[in-house]
């Protein structure tokens, strides 16, 4: 049996600028001040962040300055928060939030805009900055869970010492580069606010009371596995089989994050590229092919709803396009690119080694992040695509959006839309999984 207090967490939203600037929303305290509500900068200079009202009035200086709400109903804002960092959907924002906001200072001379918080307070953003309010009560319960789990997971390894890497060896022989992008640990903070860790984009997201509902009624309640919290991943959309964990990650076997359909069909997973090429190019029937815009508006979040072909897509580039794109992602020059060949594949299709050949050079790539941010001025939507060369293009064909392991998004909020329950959604997704309440 598991057992702990709700923690307090370190969000960091706004990292790495010389200057911030936001609002305050009721009266702050701290570094033995009062601040008034209204608009601020925070500035570096001297070795320091000087912290200014709305008539730049020197108000704080510090290296580490805490503004604590002087009221319960006192947020602050912060303007220009950049969304999707590197995603074809990156946007700047303004937020507000919840809790006490905390600006630190880097020792490049940047600046970090911290938000700290109690757990379950955070949760509240998370799970409609994720996906939207209105979703399904059900999946919102699940979501609750889900964010939880992965959170506390989070914190726990990185209190044991951290096994994680923010990314795996970069070259593995000559050749060949392998790279995976996981939770790093953050120096500053606990997690930051954007796709890396979970979406935390603000209050202003809680548009409906479920959301508040959601999380109180699974208050401390996680997904565990042999006495082991979860460490539950989730993403967009599987596009039918989720996936294992290793095809993204390190080489190891995680028995509740395995590849399953997510389908009421059960479908063989993956095992040659016939196969693969197949099921790339089928419509099937699965939970996340959906395209009712009355459930996708319940459930995505604006800037998701830009992606309209998620299940299946297609993309294509001039040959010259794609050789400058991989030129400019890898910092190699192929020369004229003749080849693209999947090597390995996991059971959802998603490729973990890519073959790339050019005039010049040829080499492998991996894991399935690495490969889609090669192939893309951002990101392709998952690494489960083949390859077609026509005239002088590449054409690629793909399924599901994001890597597939763990929870399909878009699969789960369809089928709390269809009457399942958080639990049955859960175990659904988690095979072999608990859902424990630790607090």
Not at 253 to 271: A, N, Q, T
Not at 384 to 392: L, N
């Amino acid at each position: 049996m598991i057992s702990i207090d709700e923690p307090r967490i370190t969000v960091g939203i706004v990292d790495g600028r010389k200057e911030v600037r936001g609002r305050l929303n009721g009266p702050f305290t701290g570094n033995g001040s009062e601040f008034p509500a209204g608009r601020f900068e925070a500035r570096v200079s001297n070795g320091s962040i000087g912290l200014y009202d709305e008539n730049q009035r020197q108000i704080a200086r510090s290296s580490v300055i805490r503004l604590i709400p002087a009221h319960e109903d006192s947020t602050f804002s912060l303007f220009g928060v950049t969304i999707g960092i590197r995603f074809h959907w990156e946007r700047r924002e303004d937020q507000t939030f919840h809790g006490q906001m905390v600006l630190l200072l880097r020792e490049d001379g940047t600046v970090a805009a911290i938000n700290d918080i109690l757990l379950e307070d955070y949760l509240k953003a998370v799970i409609c900055s994720e996906m939207r309010a209105s979703a399904p009560a059900e999946f919102l319960k699940a979501h609750a869970v889900l964010s939880r789990s992965w959170l506390l997971a989070a914190l726990k390894g990185k209190k044991e010492q951290k096994e994680r890497f923010t990314h795996g060896p970069s070259t593995t022989k000559q050749g060949e580069v392998i790279r995976w992008y996981d939770r790093e640990d953050h120096d500053l903070f606990d997690v930051c606010a954007d796709d890396h860790c979970q979406r935390y984009q603000g209050i202003a997201k809680i548009t409906s009371g479920r959301v508040e509902d959601a999380v109180r009624e699974t208050r401390g309640m996680v997904l565990t596995y042999q006495d082991e919290i979860c460490d539950a991943r989730y993403s967009k959309a599987c596009g039918a089989f989720t996936e294992e964990f290793s095809t993204a990650w390190e080489d190891r076997r995680v028995p509740y994050l395995r590849s399953i359909s997510d389908s009421p069909h059960e479908y063989g997973k993956i095992r040659t590229e016939d196969q693969a090429v197949c099921w790339i190019l089928s419509n099937l029937d699965a939970y996340c092919n959906t395209k009712d815009t009355s459930v996708l508006e319940a459930i995505l979040p604006n800037f998701d709803l830009e992606t309209q072909n998620f299940f299946r897509w297609r993309v294509e580039y001039p040959r010259k396009e794609l050789e400058d794109i991989l030129r400019d992602k890898s910092g190699f020059d192929f020369g004229r690119l003749q080849q693209i060949s999947p090597l390995t594949r996991g059971p959802s299709g998603r490729i973990s080694r890519l073959r790339i050949v050019g005039s010049k050079m040829s080499i492998i790539v991996g894991k399935e992040l690495e490969i889609r941010r090669w192939l893309s001025r951002s990101h392709l939507y998952s690494s489960a695509f083949i390859v077609k060369e026509e005239a002088d293009r590449f054409v690629f064909h793909g399924a599901g959006w994001g890597h597939g392991v763990g929870l399909c998004q878009i699969g789960a909020a369809v089928m709390a839309s269809r009457g399942f329950s958080a639990g049955h959604i859960l175990k659904h997704y988690f095979r072999g999984a608990e859902i424990e309440k630790v607090y």
